[in-house]
């Protein structure tokens, strides 16, 4: 019995034992009611998102997602194992959950194909092996891809292509200006490759072959330790949008007639006049200064999962992210869902909220805000938003309990879940 299938032996078997985290090594697994493939679905865990484990058994493993889907998944299909890199440091790890398992060096090649950085950064997954000397990463991604549409490099075709290959746990188009074919393989460290690969020693690369297991395995890249702790503190995405919230804030939009009609838009990073805005527009521009463009997310979710849109007749890059009960879909599926109760514990800075104005406009899902940092008289977090036309944005005594209805509350993850 070889080393990897001891480890994963060990972490079901042991009685008591918690596996922090697991993922799906499969494009995606069922999330079932109970631990039997006969039971109800009631949801899916897609690769390369992380799920905690409540629960583990020989077979099954009780998860909760993201979002707060709760239910038991297979074990043969999910796995801990995952990889790390710090090209600073030119170190490779195989990592079990948070914990180092093994520690190799490793050698990089600069990339220079439009991703925005002078190397390879991001959270990818190993998508094809190549024996046990090559291991090919999932590049460009979809950060890579919004790029370099941005920056005109490759087409919207292209770019849908690059978005729906990696929903599928696909191999994404190799033969655009983004480039391609980014592998970790053999053939020393004691230079450089000439593109953007990783290069280990041949007796390194192929013990980390043997020890991972096979699937579709996550690959973190960052340009040094220093980047990984800072990006992947708990609360770093709400600190990005309350470092942007006064900036917004100070741009003092107005909610007007030329904001409530329909706007052209470019695509991504759309906008228009900030002293404009209704009231979605100054929470995607606060968003944006956290580098989460609401317009690009909620688009290719839309595109890859249409299913769950069932007020979207057909995905509109111009309008879809503007409308609040749009927004809602998309984070059911793709942030924290917390507790729509005032009194209860889970209120923090930088949640997103959405409310129930009792306008009757075919929707309870008309507003939304984000919890700021100051509080009311009465010891309450203040919500920044836009409330109606003619008003500019402000903070606002909103989380009363009593008018608006608080229908939504959420949090947004970690920024390399939406890469």
Sequence with gaps: MNLI???LLLSYT????????VYSTLKSVSVMEATSISSKKVGTLAHSKWAHVLESKKDWSKIRSYNGLTGFVSNRFTTNFWIKIYTKE????LMKDKKIIKTYTVSFGFNSKGDGTTTLEGRF???KHFGDKTLLLAYPSRHNARLGLEKKLISKDQYYKIIRAINEGETPPQNTKLGGSVRIHDGGTHKNCALACFKMNDKDISELYKLMPKGLIIVEVYNSQAQDEKINKSNYTSTMILDNLPKVLGQKAKYTKKAMSYIPLTYPNGDFDPKHAVCTDVIIRVLR?????LQALLHEDIIVNPTRYKSVKKANYHIDHRRTRVLKYYFDHNSKVLSNNVLSNDWLPGDIVLFD???????IFDHIGIVAQKKSALGRHLVFNIWTEGDETSV????TGVYPTVVGHYRMLNPLFYL
Aim: glycine share 14%.
């Design 125 to 127: 997954y190993l998508q």
């Design 396 to 399: 606002m005594d909103l989380l």
């Design 5 to 7: 299938i001891g480890l």
């Design 14 to 21: 042991v009685a008591g034992q918690c596996i922090e985290r």
């Design 289 to 293: 200064g956290a580098k989460l463009d």
């Design 357 to 363: 104005t009792g306008v009757r406009n075919g929707t």
């Design 90 to 93: 030119h170190k490779i790890f």
